[in-house]
Structure formats: C-alpha cells, structure tokens
C-alpha cells in the first residue's frame, strides 16, 4: 500500500527594496482567499507603532537572536541594515507548510533569493519593482519610518538591489497599487494551482 503523502503547501516569496510596497501588497494578499499564512520573521529591530510581537515579526534582543542562530534554527538570515538582523525560522516555515497552507514571505532581495536556491520548485519567488527610485524616495519620505540617515541608506542599497531582480521568477511592477496586487495574486494563482 503506498503511504498517504501529506498535503504540503508552498512558499511565496515577496522580495523588494524598502518602499516598494512589499508589505502593502502582502497585507492585500492576505485579505484574499488564497490559502496564505504570513511567515512571521525574527528581528533585532525595535517595534514600530502598532506592530505586535509574534504578528509582524518575532523581536528578540541581540542575545536571543544569537542563540537561535547557534543552534541552526534560520532557514536564513540577513544583516539587513546595519546592525539589524533579520531571518527566517525553520520552525516557522515547517510549521505552515505542514498545514496545507502556502507560506508567504516578506523579506529583503538577499533573503528572497537564498530561499529560492533551497526549496527550488516549491518556491515562487516575486520581485516587486518600484517605478523609479524617486517613487521609492517619495514613498519611503510619505511613510515617515526613516530618519534622513537610514532613508539614504535604504536608497543606496535599493540601487544595488534592483540588480538582483533577474534572480527572481516574476518581476510585478508597483505603479498602480490595486493592478500590482491582482497580478501578484494571479501569479499566485497559476503557481498553487487554485
Ligand atoms: P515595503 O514593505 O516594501 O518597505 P511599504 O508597503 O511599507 O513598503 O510601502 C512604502 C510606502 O509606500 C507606504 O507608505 C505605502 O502606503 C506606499 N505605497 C505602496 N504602494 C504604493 C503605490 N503603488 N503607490 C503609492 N504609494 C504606495
Ligand atoms: P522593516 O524593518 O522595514 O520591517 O524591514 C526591512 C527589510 O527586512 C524589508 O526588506 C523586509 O522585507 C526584510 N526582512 C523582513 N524579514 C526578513 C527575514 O526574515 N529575512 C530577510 N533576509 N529579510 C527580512
């Protein structure tokens, strides 16, 4: 008798520069009925107004995160800016895909294309490019996150990431939020089958 083979979901991964719209995009996509579980990330970031532990990210002090690394529990992680470190729990991913549903990622360009290499086939990785890099500055400057020193380092870094978006399987550009989101969730569509 064959064993019964588990439904096993898939990995969709949203990679970008900082303002592109990744996480708005994500928000959309989860509102949607397309059988997603946001992968929720560790970081040594401090929270922003509003976010909540173990909802947006899993914050832990330096030492904690350390730990975690030691004993091997990132599918991978990344100094995303300096000093700052953030990654992908390997009990996170398993804990999702062994519920049949797909797991969706919000993580940078480096993180997008690391765990493209690892899950192959399984994994639909999505670039979203911003229209232009003065859009990405106007966003980033409208969000009010940043101070004038991480906001100029957010866009040197997105200069050096946009080249990276050949890595990816589909590159969705971000002009007019609302196309952006149905063409993400088509492509989503098409890879899972729904
Ligand atoms: P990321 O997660 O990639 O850093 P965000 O989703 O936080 O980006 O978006 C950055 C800012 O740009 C937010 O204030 C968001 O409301 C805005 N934004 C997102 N998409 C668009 C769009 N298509 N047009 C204009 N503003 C947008
Ligand atoms: P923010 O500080 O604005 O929430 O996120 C900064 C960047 O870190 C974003 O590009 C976000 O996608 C990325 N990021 C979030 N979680 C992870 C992760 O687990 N791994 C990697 N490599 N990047 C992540």
Request: charged letters at 25%; hydrophobic letters at 40%.
């Amino acid at each position: 008798m064959n064993p019964v083979k588990p439904i096993r979901g898939k990995l969709i991964i949203l990679s970008a520069p900082s303002g592109a719209g990744k996480t708005t995009i994500v928000k959309s996509l989860m509102q949607k009925n397309l059988n997603l579980r946001f992968s929720v990330s560790a970081t040594t970031r401090k929270p922003r107004e509003g976010e909540i532990h173990g909802r947006d990210y899993y914050f832990l002090s330096e030492n904690e995160f350390g730990k975690l690394l030691a004993g091997n529990a990132f599918v991978e992680h990344e100094e995303v800016y300096e000093g700052l470190l953030y990654g992908t729990l390997k009990s996170e991913v398993d804990r999702i895909l062994a519920t049949g549903s797909h797991a969706l990622f919000d993580i940078d360009v480096m993180g997008g294309i690391s765990i493209k290499e690892q899950y192959g086939e399984e994994a639909l990785a999505v670039f979203i490019m911003p229209p232009g890099l003065g859009a990405l500055k106007d966003r980033l400057v409208h969000r009010g996150t940043e101070t004038e020193e991480s906001l100029a380092h957010r866009i040197e870094k997105a200069r050096w990431e946009l080249s990276f978006s050949g890595r990816f399987d589909v590159v969705v550009v971000n002009d007019h939020l609302d196309d952006a989101i149905e063409l993400v969730a088509e492509h989503i569509r098409k890879f899972t089958g729904q």
